[in-house]
C-alpha cells in the first residue's frame, strides 16, 4: 500500500519570504505521478503542480517548485515570494499510472499561514 | 465553463438515517471520484467511477455505495449512518483520456454532520 507522509502539521512565514513544505511518501511502484495540492479556507482544492516519477527534472510552476528525490521518496514544495494568497492548507498526494484507476493518497497536509 | 459542482451545500442528519449527495462533473470529463476529509486529515478515496462502471473503491464499509448517470453525474449514497461519518465529502472529475494521467478537479464539497 501506499502511503504519503507530510511531518508538519502547521507552518508560518512572513509575506515575500521563502517556504519550504515537506512530503515523503512510500510505494513499491515504479512509475508514478506526485502532486501538491492547495485547500484555502472554505474554498475548492486545486492542483499547485505536479511530477511524473519518470522525470529527472524538477517541475516548476511560477513562484512553485518541487525538489523530487526519486531514491529518497521525498517530494518537498517550494514557495517563493510569498503571498497573502498562499495562505492555505497543502496536501502532497501520490497515484501512480495505471489507467482507469485515478486513485489519489493524500498526505495528513501542512497548514501554512503567510504573516503580512 | 463551470466548474465541478456538489449539492447540496451543508447536510445534517441523525444517526441511522441515509443520505444522498450529488456531483456534477465538469463538462466533457466522464470520470469521477469520491473523496471523505475528516476535520483535520487529509480526503480519503472512497469510489472511482468512469463511463458509469466502478474503476476503484477505497477501504470503506458497504454502506457507502455510488452510482454514475449516464450524464457523467454522480451519487454518493451513505446508509445507516454513523457519528463517524462526519466530514467534508469532496467530488473530483477529470477527462480519463486514455495513456494519460489527467488533473482532477474538485468541487465545493458537501458538508455532512452527523449528530
Known amino acids: 500500500a501506499q502511503t504519503v507522509t507530510q511531518s508538519q502539521p502547521e507552518m508560518s512565514v512572513q509575506e515575500a519570504e521563502t517556504v519550504t513544505l515537506s512530503c515523503t511518501y512510500d510505494t513499491s511502484e515504479n512509475n508514478y505521478y506526485l502532486f501538491w495540492y492547495k485547500q484555502p479556507p472554505s474554498r475548492q482544492m486545486i492542483l499547485v503542480i505536479r511530477?511524473?516519477?519518470?522525470?529527472?527534472q524538477n517541475a516548476t510552476e511560477n513562484r512553485f517548485s518541487v525538489n523530487f528525490q526519486k531514491a529518497a521518496k521525498s517530494f518537498s514544495l517550494k514557495i517563493s515570494d510569498s503571498q497573502l494568497g498562499d495562505t492555505a492548507m497543502y496536501f502532497c498526494?501520490?497515484?501512480?499510472?495505471?489507467?482507469?484507476?485515478?486513485?489519489?493518497?493524500f498526505g495528513t497536509g501542512t497548514r501554512l499561514t503567510i504573516i503580512p | 465553463d463551470a466548474g465541478v459542482t456538489q449539492s447540496p451545500t451543508h447536510l445534517i442528519k441523525t444517526r441511522g438515517q441515509q443520505v444522498t449527495l450529488r456531483c456534477s462533473p465538469i463538462s466533457g470529463h466522464k470520470s469521477v471520484s469520491w473523496y471523505q476529509q475528516v476535520l483535520g486529515q487529509g480526503p480519503q478515496f472512497i469510489f472511482q467511477?468512469?463511463?458509469?462502471?466502478?474503476?476503484g473503491r477505497g477501504n470503506f464499509p458497504d454502506r457507502f455505495s455510488a452510482r454514475q448517470f449516464p450524464n457523467y453525474s454522480s451519487e454518493l449514497n451513505v446508509n445507516a449512518l454513523l457519528l463517524g461519518d462526519s466530514a467534508l465529502y469532496l467530488c473530483a472529475s477529470s477527462l480519463a483520456t486514455s495513456g494519460q494521467m489527467n488533473e482532477q478537479f474538485f468541487g465545493p464539497g458537501t458538508r455532512l454532520t452527523v449528530l
Open positions: 511530477q511524473e516519477a519518470y522525470k529527472q
Open positions: 467511477y468512469y463511463e458509469k462502471e466502478e474503476r
Open positions: 498526494a501520490f497515484t501512480f499510472t495505471n489507467f482507469g484507476n485515478e486513485k489519489l493518497t
